[in-house]
């Protein structure tokens, strides 16, 4: 997977409200599905496993079975990946912006 669609991919799985949950709840700790199931009980078993399937497919978690448990374990590598890409240049760029302007405005008048 080239490195771009490996963003959209990331980007794609962020969009949707229902994965960050997912997304921090397994940031305290890992869980079984089962456990998802039970904190997202305002969805059905399917399509929480659906979710897990968008998120495990832009590698934001890594899953491992045990016995008949499916454990889901957060992996924020490529979520780092996305944040040194794109957000921490646009926000380097957004504060040279502002140190530029408040010397603007800190300047004496002409």
Request: net charge neutral; aromatic share 4%.
């Amino acid at each position: 997977m080239s490195i771009d669609s490996n963003d959209d991919a990331v980007f794609k799985a962020l969009a949707n409200g229902l994965r960050r949950q997912m997304l921090d709840a397994l940031k305290a700790a890992p869980q079984t599905t089962g456990m998802l199931c039970e904190q997202f009980s305002q969805i059905d078993r399917c399509t929480v496993m659906q979710h897990l399937r968008v998120l495990e497919d832009a590698n934001l978690i890594l899953a491992h079975r045990e016995g008949r448990e499916r454990w889901n374990h957060l992996n924020a590598l490529p979520i780092q990946a996305i944040h040194d890409r794109w957000i921490s240049q646009y926000a380097d760029h957004a504060m040279s912006v502002l140190t530029a302007l408040h010397q603007r405005l800190e300047s004496p008048p002409k």
